[in-house]
Structure formats: structure tokens, C-alpha cells
């Protein structure tokens, strides 16, 4: 078919406990976030923004999340919660996704969820296409609105992903797929 087709049909996360340096420059980030705009935004509403969160920035959150954690053990087990912050931690870039609602706006709020879930995509593709790998994640952290505060984020604001970004010289496996035959149908 073309390269982009090839590559769309092979496309795989890299796990965000790999990643090293390099990762990217802060003009390669400006360009990512160019890329990752460029989604379906009905009404062009951008429901959604992007935050860097340094690595000094993210040792000292970890910080507070682990005295939040033990405040708030909801149902994760505190051993997962730590392999999340720990992960939190590994790349060497990692960019939020932040999806936020425009209320009383004619689009549906699922469809601006959705436009941020599209920009997260994007973000991994660009990576990719730039020559990086990433992985896409959440956590306890991310749904904890304590936890949200110290990240930034405003009334009405969730993360749709936090992207972990950085280079990976460790061969990508991949998962089972569906068959075609299982997800698809036509009416």
C-alpha cells in the first residue's frame, strides 16, 4: 500500500518503564503539539490543552501523590499505586492531555471528550513519526481530584492521557489482535 499504511497497521506502544533520553527537543515539542491539535474540535471548541511536566516538577508531585495515596487508597492496591507513580517518573518527557468541557455549547460533551482522546492518539503517532517512542497512560492520580489540583488542572478538567515520551532501544513485542470478523459487521 504506502509507508503511513504499514506503519498505522504495526503500530505499537513502547512501555513507558523503557524510555531514555533522547527525547525531544523543545522545538520537536512545539511540533507535537502542532500535530496534536489538528483533530476533529467541533464548533472548534479545543476541549482540550497540553502540559509539560518536567522532571523536577514530577519528583516533587510524586511526592505529594505518595502522601495522597495513603489519604486516599480508594480500590488500586498501594503496591499498584506506587508502580504508577514509578512510571510516572521513568520517561524522560511526559505531556498531559487535558480534556475539559465546554458547557451549554451545542456540541456533546462526549464528542469533546473524544476530540482530547484524538489528540492523545495523534500525540503517540507524531512521536513515532518523529522518530520516538510512547506510551499512553493514566493511574489512580489521574482520577483523583486532589491529585488533579496539584497537576494543574482547573474545575471541569480531567486528563484524557498522560503521554510518556522518550526513546527505546528495547524490540517491541505485540499483543494479540482481533480478528477482523469478531469487531466488525455491517448492517
Known amino acids: 500500500m504506502n509507508e503511513l499504511v504499514d506503519y498505522l497497521r504495526s503500530r505499537r506502544s513502547s512501555l513507558a518503564m523503557t524510555l531514555v533520553e533522547p527525547a525531544p ?3 520537536e515539542i512545539q511540533i507535537l503539539i502542532e ?3 489538528r483533530v ?3 464548533k ?3 476541549p482540550w490543552r497540553f502540559v509539560e511536566y518536567g522532571n523536577e516538577a514530577r519528583v516533587e508531585l510524586v511526592k505529594k501523590f505518595q502522601q495522597l495515596s495513603d489519604e486516599e487508597a480508594g480500590s488500586s492496591p498501594l503496591e499498584k499505586r506506587q508502580v504508577e507513580l514509578e512510571r510516572f517518573l521513568s520517561a524522560p518527557l511526559v505531556i498531559g492531555v487535558i480534556s475539559k468541557t465546554i458547557e451549554n455549547s451545542a456540541v456533546p460533551d462526549y464528542e469533546q471528550v473524544l476530540s482530547a482522546g484524538a489528540a492523545t492518539m495523534l ?3 507524531a512521536c513515532n513519526a518523529m522518530g520516538y517512542e510512547a506510551q499512553w497512560l ?3 492520580f489521574t482520577r483523583s481530584r ?3 489540583e496539584l497537576l494543574g488542572l482547573n474545575k471541569g478538567e480531567q486528563i484524557a492521557g498522560m503521554v510518556h515520551i ?3 532501544h528495547i524490540a517491541k513485542t505485540d499483543r494479540t489482535r482481533p480478528e477482523i470478523s469478531d469487531i466488525f459487521s455491517k448492517f
Do not use: F, R
Open 25 to 27: 527537543s523543545e522545538a
Open 35 to 37: 500535530i496534536a491539535s
Open 40 to 42: 476533529p474540535d467541533h
Open 44 to 46: 472548534k471548541l479545543q
Open 123 to 125: 500525540m503517540l503517532v
Open 138 to 140: 493514566t493511574g489512580w
Open 146 to 148: 486532589k491529585a488533579t
Open 166 to 168: 522518550g526513546s527505546n
